[in-house]
């Protein structure tokens, strides 16, 4: 999974970035708003976000996200503990909100809690194909399918953002977590092996290519 951490504390922000990346996930830190907005949002998982910013309020920043219908889960983290700071993190959309100090359990524990809620422990379906998340597997019209575990994460973000064209660039970094292409159109190569497991026999086709653009998974005759 991939996180962001909006945290100008060094010491929180490292501690954070450390726990985080022994649990598996790979995590980005930055400290300020004008950092987190200059980012592409919706290519994370989950954010971690510290309400005291030197350039403002963290609770401002998960608003104008939800404004632009970003639906990214959201952790608010902060010093302050007084009721109508709770109420207005989470009235900004912030899934849930935790008081420093706050012990690294816990907040595994919280994040844990908004997953569920956010993605539900349904499988994503998109026509007749299923994936389920937590059991890694895919089926097709009832039939298994397997792959591998970057073709599985590269299936799995186009799930969860069916519908919506996915630029190269976007596909890189969310799966790769790279900007720079580690091979030559890595994408598009495992894109084709995707087709070839996913699409190959079955029909309607589901994964479609938009020219100079990128690539979405949707059933287009829904
Ligand atoms: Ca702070």
């Known amino acids: 999974?991939?996180?962001?951490v909006v945290e100008d504390e060094r010491k929180i922000a490292g501690f954070l970035q450390r726990g985080l990346e022994d649990e598996g996930h790979r995590v980005d830190v930055v400290g300020d708003l004008a950092s987190a907005r200059a980012l592409e949002i919706e290519a994370y998982d989950l954010l971690l976000v510290d309400r005291s910013l030197?350039?403002?309020?963290?609770?401002?920043?998960?608003r104008s996200l939800r404004a632009r219908r970003a639906t990214v889960p959201a952790i608010c983290l902060t010093a302050r503990d007084r009721v109508e700071d709770r109420v207005a993190g989470l009235q900004a959309g912030a899934d849930d909100y935790l008081v420093k100090p706050f012990a690294f359990d816990e907040l595994l524990a919280r994040i844990a809690a908004v997953l569920r809620r956010t993605r539900g422990t349904d499988a994503l379906r998109i026509g007749d194909l299923t994936l389920d998340v937590a059991g890694r597997r895919?089926?097709?019209?009832?039939?298994e399918l397997r792959l591998t575990?970057?073709?599985?994460?590269?299936?799995?973000?186009?799930?969860?953002?069916?519908?919506?064209?996915?630029?190269?660039?976007?596909?890189?970094?969310?799966?790769?977590d790279t900007t720079h292409d580690p091979g030559t159109n890595t994408v598009d190569v495992?894109?084709?092996?995707?087709?070839?497991?996913?699409?190959?026999?079955?029909?309607?086709?589901?994964?479609?290519?938009?020219?100079?653009?990128?690539?979405?998974?949707?059933?287009?005759?829904?």
């Open 1 to 4: 999974m991939k996180v962001l």
């Open 54 to 62: 030197p350039d403002g309020d963290g609770v401002d920043f998960i």
């Open 138 to 143: 895919v089926s097709r019209a009832g039939v």
């Open 149 to 176: 575990t970057r073709e599985f994460d590269l299936l799995r973000y186009l799930a969860e953002h069916r519908g919506r064209v996915l630029s190269r660039t976007r596909l890189l970094e969310a799966v790769w």
């Open 190 to 222: 495992y894109v084709s092996y995707l087709r070839a497991k996913v699409d190959k026999g079955f029909d309607p086709p589901l994964l479609h290519t938009v020219r100079g653009v990128g690539y979405v998974l949707e059933d287009r005759e829904r």
